[in-house]
């Protein structure tokens, strides 16, 4: 089979550290116990490791010469235990040939977009050799299976928009099939953990291949001391690397603005999808997407509009709301613009069509969004439509005019506003921001905050 077409098709979940287990998991939920979904392997498997702070010091030119050809190394275990060995593992292990990619802990009672955003700031710019980032899912908190499903989720559709790169999955068969509910996240390559001597794992539903299998907790690998994680790639080294790629932006903003609609790849709705509904009667572009409203304390389901921008500037972002579908009177969109992140609460019934969230500092590039959660504090049993739609960025200037395309757009020029938070309002716009109702908070953005080590 060609390799574009295997790995159409190949499905990844990640596993993690021994010393990372949570004390709920049981040994049997990584064993050789017989699960009923054998697969074998497609041919040749490429060997591998994962690390974190466990494995104390790792001599990275030892473990390249003993054949280890990649590794994951963990971020973090949720947003109170950063590793303290990742950025050391994470640096050394690129300088001495190895391939890398990084995993996080996930914790489900913790904020998931924090937790993605501190895994994506402890990443940075990943290299065209970078593996996808690993969501390793073997703790439930406590919480319910559906809960802990719209968690992951949320995590892996953030990670995705800000990376360009489609997210790996660690799991064990046990554990996905009762704590996630054998929840579909199959457009993400598995990466299986299960302990035993036999040559093909027994993998979680509904997945129906392997891409990476994590197969001893107790390896040894020179340059480490102690025991290691042990994994398989499944295809040859060449896979590998088709499988890593570049990340491909979903679109660029150019210097005049642009619209980013629900219906582009720069658009990603997360969360249940039988919650979020599309509509193809309404909304700019003839569409647009709608869910309940809820008072819940964490999101469910959400959207995300990706922005990257050819040209750093001051924008006015706008966003849609259709009269025959928009109910919701406390939207927050968040706004990452630049080195800020920035809450605005509408009341999307004001207007039908346009309407403004205010004037932003944006910078060249990407990393930066706009996100609008479900959890607007209005209680689901009131069945409060919330509308994902469009968002419009027309460049501006200091007095809140637009701005001739056609003229530079230079951090020097005095008619550009100096960087800063915006609070919602050019010029011109008191009047309508006070009848509108928009609140906003301004404040350093999650994703650019340093990760702290222990």
């Not at 001893?216 to 590998?240: H, P, Y």
């Not at 990603?268 to 309404?282: D, I, K, L």
């Not at 960025?393 to 550009?416: E, I, Q």
Request: net charge negative.
């Amino acid at each position: 089979m060609a390799t574009s077409m295997k790995w159409a098709t190949i499905l990844l979940v990640v596993a993690a550290c021994v010393g990372d287990r949570d004390p709920e998991l049981t040994r049997d939920q990584f064993s050789d116990t017989v699960q009923g979904a054998t697969v074998c392997g497609a041919g040749a498997t490429v060997k591998g490791i994962d690390v974190s702070t466990y494995q104390g010091t790792i001599d990275w030119a030892a473990v390249k010469g003993a054949g280890i050809e990649y590794a994951f190394i963990r971020v973090s275990d949720g947003l109170n235990s950063p590793d303290a060995k990742f950025a050391s593992n994470w640096s050394k292990a690129h300088t001495a040939g190895v391939l890398r990619g990084a995993y996080q802990f996930f914790r489900p009672s913790q904020d998931p977009i924090a937790q993605a955003d501190l895994l994506i700031h402890a990443m940075g710019t990943l290299a065209s050799d970078d593996l996808s980032p690993v969501i390793d899912v073997e703790a439930a908190d406590g919480l319910s299976a559906t809960k802990v499903a719209a968690a992951v989720h949320t995590w892996i559709a953030h990670v995705q928009a800000a990376t360009g790169r489609t997210p790996i999955v660690y799991t064990g068969f046990y554990f996905w099939r009762d704590s996630v509910g054998a929840a579909d996240d199959t457009t993400s390559p598995l990466w299986h953990a299960q302990y035993t001597s036999a040559s093909c794992p027994n993998i979680a539903p509904p997945w129906n291949q392997w891409a990476f299998w994590q197969y001893s907790s107790t390896g040894s690998v020179a340059g480490i001391s102690g025991n290691v994680d042990m994994d398989r790639f499944n295809g040859t080294r060449a896979d590998l690397l088709a499988l890593a790629g570049p990340a491909i932006p979903c679109g660029q903003i150019a210097k005049e603005g642009g619209v980013v609609d629900d219906g582009d790849a720069c658009f990603v709705g997360g969360g249940p999808s039988q919650y979020m509904r599309a509509v193809s009667t309404a909304g700019n572009d003839g569409d647009l997407r709608w869910t309940h409203a809820t008072s819940d304390a964490s999101e469910a389901n959400f959207g995300e509009w990706s922005l990257d921008l050819a040209v750093a500037g001051t924008y006015r972002v706008e966003v849609y709301t259709a009269a025959a579908f928009a109910q919701s009177k406390q939207a927050k969109y968040g706004i990452d613009a630049g080195a800020t992140h920035t809450d605005v609460v509408v009341d999307q019934t004001a207007v039908d069509g346009w309407q403004t969230l205010g004037d932003f500092d944006f910078a060249a590039g990407g990393d930066q969004r706009v996100h609008l959660g479900d959890n607007t504090g209005e209680p689901v049993a009131d069945n409060v439509q919330l509308v994902f739609d469009a968002v419009r960025l027309t460049p501006v200037d200091r007095s809140g005019a637009p701005v001739d395309p056609g003229a530079p757009m230079d951090p020097t020029d005095p008619a550009k506003p100096s960087a800063g938070c915006s609070t919602g309002g050019g010029a011109g716009l008191g009047f309508g921001l006070g009848l509108l109702g928009l609140v906003s908070v301004c404040r350093p953005r999650r994703s650019a905050r340093p990760a702290s080590r222990r």
